[in-house]
């Protein structure tokens, strides 16, 4: 049986185990809400941690709390995101919508490690490392420094990573021309290249996307305490900490000068996981094109081979299957959803304050994680090892009816849709149709006829 020791808060003593260094208000919201498996994610505990060793320089700088005391947070702050203390921070998403309990469960962590280190008890959760601070202002101050971190050290470089394969891709495969299709069915000419390069641009363009979303997310709630008014905050407060922030991430933040729209609202974290389902939904686009164009490898398309990581089938021997696309679709569809959750969670901030946070976070976080690991294993995996088939491209290319659309400055469009549906109604060559349609001969069909002069 583990060993207890007896904390207290304002509503009295609770036991917690003796090697547990959080407290009664952690101890509380694990015995309140046993509610799913998810947990506060990493990212969060890591952003409070950074929240709060700038803060306690900020409050020391001040004169809010002595200089021993913040170096103790500091200390602390330090091993947490050193990944220490991992264990000691076990509560649910599920809890209260401002993430009280969470704030509380860092600051209890903080205070009880400072006071071992100390030998003493030097640091109050409330009183010393929660300092000039509120759970209101703390918890969207956190959620801003998480998904800024995820963006910046994640999701944007996983992109460039697949960008830079495609490009690749592109120059090996310049002189690789295939039939093009749109309504999935046969279309004008194009290059592979070309086909990859629209690949590339949805990449590009999420990227710039996600960009264009971190100015929102670089403006701090903190300084806006309980209601967005700063009680109990000493002038200058968020303008240090921001400062301190900034220089702890190397990111550029600064304090949001309307602290009441930063507690009410969540818009800068809806819109910029907009840019995220953006992301997902070319990702979805991307990966579909890739396992049609795989399809076969004999009854398919069969234009372009993946590699052949894993066995397909439990039951058919030799059997692959496009692996790696399912997932980077699974995941879209993921993302997809937590977008809709976070869009109406952002609807929610009643008054003063929004209290559906956890939540968002989690959504948010979620889907920065997957599509970051769902984009390097796709490009690991399938998209470096990327074979055109060239005899297949041309086989198709040279079956499809689509290219009569090169006589249409000869012959004109109807006539040249007769070509092709005589062609299709013959199982013969635009050539043959269009010679006995008598609407050109056979060496001036071979004059204007090339499809590598169509894309």
């Known amino acids: 049986m583990p060993d207890y020791r007896v904390e207290h808060d304002s509503m009295g ?3 917690v185990e003796s090697s547990a260094l959080w407290g009664a208000q952690t101890q509380r919201s694990l015995e309140n809400f046993r509610i799913g ?42 091993e947490i995101l ?33 006071n071992q280190i100390a030998g003493e008890r030097l640091l109050h959760p409330n009183d010393t490392v929660n300092r000039s601070q509120s759970s209101n202002d703390t918890f969207p101050t956190a959620l801003h420094i998480a998904c800024t971190q995820a963006l910046v050290n994640d999701v944007l470089p996983a992109i460039e990573g697949l960008a830079r394969t495609l490009r690749r891709l592109e120059r090996e495969n310049a002189d690789a021309v295939k039939c093009g299709r749109t309504h999935l069915q046969d279309a004008v000419p194009i290059s592979f290249a070309q086909e990859i390069s629209g690949w590339r641009g949805m990449l590009e363009f999420s990227a710039e996307s996600i960009r264009a979303t971190l100015p929102g997310l670089s403006r701090l709630a903190v300084g806006g305490t309980a209601v967005g008014t700063g009680l109990n905050a000493p002038e200058n407060f968020d303008a240090l900490c921001a400062q301190r922030i900034s220089r702890l991430t190397g990111m550029l933040f600064s304090a949001e000068q309307n602290k009441f729209h930063a507690l009410s609202a969540k818009d800068a974290v809806a819109f910029s996981h907009g840019a995220l389902r953006t992301l997902a939904a070319n990702m979805m686009k991307i990966a579909n094109d890739v396992r049609w164009l795989a399809s076969g490898p004999r009854c398919g398309l069969g234009e372009i081979e993946i590699p052949a990581n894993e066995p397909g089938s439990s039951i058919m ?34 008054f003063e304050l929004n209290v559906f946070m956890p939540v968002i976070a989690h959504c948010y976080l979620q889907s920065a994680r997957l599509l970051a690991d769902a984009i390097r ?4 995996n399938c998209a470096r090892g990327i074979k055109a088939r060239r005899d297949r491209m041309r086989h198709n290319l040279e079956q499809s009816l689509m290219l009569v659309t090169c006589l249409n400055p000869y012959i004109g469009y109807e006539n ?29 069909f071979d004059e204007v006829f090339k499809p590598e002069e169509m894309i």
Request: a negative charge; proline letters at 3%; charged letters at 20%.
């Open 82 to 114: 050193a990944g220490d203390h991992a264990d000691q921070f076990p509560l649910k998403v599920w809890q209260t919508g401002s993430g009280t309990q969470s704030n509380m469960n860092v600051n209890e962590v903080i205070a009880n490690r400072g």
């Open 377 to 380: 294993s796709f490009d690991a």
């Open 317 to 350: 021997p030799g059997k692959v299957n496009p692996t790696q696309c399912e997932a980077v679709t699974m995941v879209a569809a993921q993302v997809m959803g937590n977008d809709a959750t976070i869009g109406f969670a952002a609807s929610q901030g009643n």
């Open 13 to 15: 003593e609770v036991r």
């Open 37 to 78: 498996e998810e947990r506060m994610p990493a990212g969060i505990i890591s952003a409070f941690a950074i929240l709060k060793r700038a803060a306690a320089e900020a409050n020391a700088e001040l004169g809010t709390i002595g200089g021993r005391e913040a170096d103790l947070i500091c200390t602390v702050c330090d």
């Open 416 to 444: 040249a849709a007769r070509v092709a549906h005589k062609a299709y109604e013959d199982e013969t060559s635009l050539r043959d149709a269009c010679v006995s349609l008598g609407l050109m001969d056979a060496q001036r």
